[in-house]
């Protein structure tokens, strides 16, 4: 039987021809990534450098956050008596949640979004490499409309719907172009659950004072850090085949806070607008959603909030 229909993008392109990467047959999306009005493809070199951004990130992240029992907890929602479930995540990144919760769920339906090309190409080779693609569509980019995204999903109903670190990105205000604010869009998410099913979302906060923030940037930086250190040999090893520079300049490490920061604007996604707790709260009650939450043991900034529709 013939596999579902591909459409490459430029940056699929590049890596099908690749010696060591394959592409799997789930990069379809149902709507046209590109309008007529927007501007040409952007030039291979371009195009290059936003994968090696995206990988240098994929590298980094583990290290920043420490997700693992978020992921397990997230997994294990997954394994509900639901047959071939139905899955929505928005936000896949390079797709560190995605193969974990296709690798708990062989038998789902996923559908994926994230508006980075490079990082729906990298998390495309994760998912084919580890055999769980057969289900799974992948769309990049896309905008935070709702008749757009209603046209990618084409009707499907989640039972679960996932959003890691997401809403954080979602502007708090549209304005012309923007699409829908982050309100809106949670309300979206809400429509797009069946009923009984549920919205998982990892979202960092914001101290609810300045001391309580300085205590949250400490500990964050120092832990940041100590993973770093801990495994730099195995850092070293990763980030040398994507930038000789920045992996000579990992010796460096611990005692240079300014190479620090540089690795911690290369690991975290771009645009978050983070809000402190209260704020997240006041937010779910507003649209009326019955939640529970976990806060992360040593990552006290980062919370799991489970919505159940």
């Known amino acids: 039987m013939a596999g579902p229909r591909v459409r490459r993008t430029p940056i699929g ?12 047959s789930l990069y379809k999306p149902r709507a046209s990534l ?7 493809p952007r030039t291979t070199p371009s195009v290059l450098e936003d994968v090696r951004a995206a990988a240098i990130r994929d590298v980094l992240q583990p290290y920043l956050f420490d997700d693992t029992a978020f992921r397990d907890l997230v ?6 008596p639901v047959g071939r479930p139905r899955i929505i995540e928005f936000g896949c990144g390079t797709g560190r949640l995605t193969l974990a919760a296709l690798a708990t769920r062989r038998d789902a339906v996923y559908h994926a979004f994230d508006r980075s090309e490079a990082n729906v190409a990298i998390a495309t080779c994760k998912l084919s490499r580890a055999g769980v693609h057969s289900g799974a569509t992948l769309t990049a980019p896309f ?13 499907l109903c989640a039972d679960f719907l996932i959003l890691p670190r997401f809403l954080q990105t979602v502007p708090l205000c549209s304005t012309e172009g923007s699409g829908l604010h982050r309100v809106a869009f949670l309300a979206l998410c809400r429509q797009l659950v069946r009923p009984g099913g549920r919205i998982m979302i990892i979202e960092d906060v914001y101290g609810e004072d300045a001391d309580e923030q300085a205590e949250f940037s400490f500990a964050c ?3 940041f850090r100590a993973r ?17 520079e920045l992996a000579a300049r990992l010796g460096r490490l611990p ?3 300014s190479l620090l920061k540089e ?3 290369l690991a975290q996604p771009g645009g978050a607008q983070i809000l402190p707790l209260r704020a997240w709260q006041r937010m779910f009650e507003h649209l009326g959603l019955a939640y529970r939450m976990v806060r992360h043991t040593t990552q006290r900034h980062s919370y799991l909030f489970t919505v159940r529709c």
């Open 34 to 40: 590109r309008s007529p009005t927007v501007p040409p």
């Open 75 to 80: 997994c294990e929602e997954l394994r509900a």
């Open 143 to 155: 905008e935070l409309d709702q008749r757009a995204i209603g046209e990618e999903l084409q009707g």
């Open 255 to 257: 005692g240079d806070p």
């Open 221 to 223: 930086r120092n832990a």
């Open 228 to 244: 770093l250190v801990h495994d730099l040999e195995g850092l070293r090893h990763a980030v040398e085949g994507l930038d000789h």
């Open 13 to 24: 392109a590049l890596l099908a021809h690749s010696p060591s990467v394959t592409t799997p």
């Open 263 to 265: 690795l911690r604007d």
